[in-house]
């Protein structure tokens, strides 16, 4: 426990060390060198000086030359527990141990013995730690009191005054709720680099697992044809099996396109929270919070609304009209005929591979022909993935978060500017415990300036 008190660089440590016991074991030197490795805080005091062994003494200490300490060390005798029975006062006990050192011939010549020179000791020494922290102590009274000038600037004073002058501050406190917003989103860790890894990560990842291999499996290829023919077969290519195993693959790319919309929702409003607590002096006012809170979230709700309906249409966009000239082109490289001379369109299906670079060989001829259906509709799934990884995101950006930092709190100041002057002073209601720490601030500060004044005092 006693570490805990002198490991600071501002305490004096008195090393108090029995005599009559092995110096070298001592625990508080051995304390007192971890917490003071240079031993400019240490001062020795040996005790006991009056029971030590017939034959010894303490003097080689006293004058430095064993177990040497920048300060040195000082002897004292305090009194024993009989004189405690016999209720000896401290007066008596300092004239004892005076009595003691003057008679013993290997102290009375040495002035660092007993408690009065201890004490003188550590009063000088603490004065000239002082006097030499002084600057250092000033320098710390000067900041402290700028900083309560600050933080008393920052709660600012009661709001009095006219309808103008409350309309004016609700505004200013609206547009650094805003700058603070926009400023989040537009930084790195916490605001715009939460919004990009719902894009560049999340949504990927997203995309990438979902189970497209369900729906291209032989067996389901098989089925869905069957049943997009129905009682008319097809002739050549089952086009109609065709668009519903897209639709089918379309179907789930959109629970992950309306989660980005989530997530980065969730995110603004967290930094709308974030925002808000950056600026200071809306913290007194709790009406006006809480207005700023509602405001901003219903206007998230509303972008947000309109961003799933964007990026739902995104989907379906591509459900509603399918690119024949894919298929085409597929048909085509795929035939006899097609000119060698003419690169082959490099198409990937969802596994990575390139599509017109595949063998079927060792599949009965009916499972290869479902097989390469099931590669075309791969194919073009992994085109619509990479464009909606694409159009998604900027959708959303679109939709949110730019009209989010171009007009957060536009409706509230509308709403503010009609509003009568009872109106703007319940907005400004402040927070009672504003109030309490600004008085606390205030007499704190009082406090500091007073001893910067004492300061002064003592160095002149």
């Not at 920052?154 to 200013?172: C, S, W």
């Not at 290519?237 to 790319?253: C, K, M, N, S, V």
């Not at 808000?276 to 207005?291: A, D, G, H, P």
């Not at 500017?417 to 500060?445: C, I, T």
Request: include cysteine.
């Amino acid at each position: 426990m006693c570490r805990q008190y002198i490991k600071g660089d501002n305490a004096i440590v008195l090393a108090v060390t029995p005599a009559n016991a092995d110096l070298a074991t001592s625990d508080a030197l051995r304390i007192a060198r971890e917490v003071d490795p240079t031993g400019d805080r240490t001062i020795g005091v040996l005790t006991k000086v009056d029971i030590m062994d017939k034959g010894t003494d303490c003097r080689e200490i006293l004058l430095g030359k064993s177990l040497r300490l920048k300060h040195g060390w000082v002897a004292v005798v305090n009194r024993g527990q009989a004189d405690i029975n016999k209720k000896m006062t401290m007066v008596d006990a300092r004239g004892k141990e005076q009595e003691f050192f003057k008679g013993m011939d290997q102290y009375r010549d040495l002035e660092n013995t007993g408690t009065d020179y201890l004490s003188k000791k550590l009063s000088t020494h603490l004065i000239n730690e002082i006097t030499r922290k002084l600057p250092e102590i000033q320098g710390y009274i000067d900041k402290t009191i700028h900083d309560y000038q600050s933080q008393l600037k920052a709660l600012g004073h009661d709001v009095t005054g006219n309808r103008g002058k409350m309309l004016h501050l609700i505004l200013t406190i609206c547009q650094k709720v805003e700058k603070a917003f926009n400023k989040i989103v537009d930084g790195g860790e916490g605001g715009g680099e939460r919004v990009l890894e719902v894009f560049d990560v999340k949504l990927k990842e997203a995309i990438h697992k979902l189970p497209f291999d369900k729906i291209l499996t032989l067996k389901n290829v098989r089925n869905t044809i069957n049943e997009a023919d129905g009682y008319q077969p097809h002739i050549i290519a089952p086009e109609a099996g065709y668009r519903r195993l897209i639709e089918d693959g379309l179907t789930l790319l959109r629970d992950p396109s309306a989660r980005a919309v989530e997530q980065t929702h969730q995110i603004l409003k967290s930094i709308v929270t974030q925002a808000i607590n950056q600026v200071t002096e809306l913290q007194r006012f709790v009406n006006l919070k809480s207005e700023i809170l509602a405001h901003s979230a219903v206007t998230l709700d509303r972008l947000k609304e309109s961003s799933e309906a964007t990026v739902r249409t995104l989907v379906d966009m591509e459900g509603s009209y399918l690119s024949a000239n894919f298929f085409r082109e597929i048909v085509a490289a795929e035939s006899f005929s097609y000119d060698p001379s003419r690169p082959k369109p490099q198409f990937v299906t969802l596994n990575g591979e390139i599509l017109l670079e595949k063998r079927y060989d060792g599949l009965s001829a009916a499972d290869a022909h479902l097989a390469r259906i099931s590669d075309h509709v791969s194919a073009y799934l992994q085109i619509v993935r990479s464009q909606l990884l694409a159009t998604v995101p900027k959708a959303v950006v679109h939709c949110t978060v730019v009209p989010a930092k171009d007009n957060l709190l536009a409706e509230l100041q509308e709403e503010v500017a009609g509003k009568e002057e009872d109106q703007l002073r319940r907005l400004l209601n402040e927070n009672e415990e504003v109030a309490r720490q600004r008085d606390s601030l205030q007499k704190r500060l009082t406090l500091m300036e007073r001893a910067a004044r004492e300061i002064m005092a003592f160095r002149v």
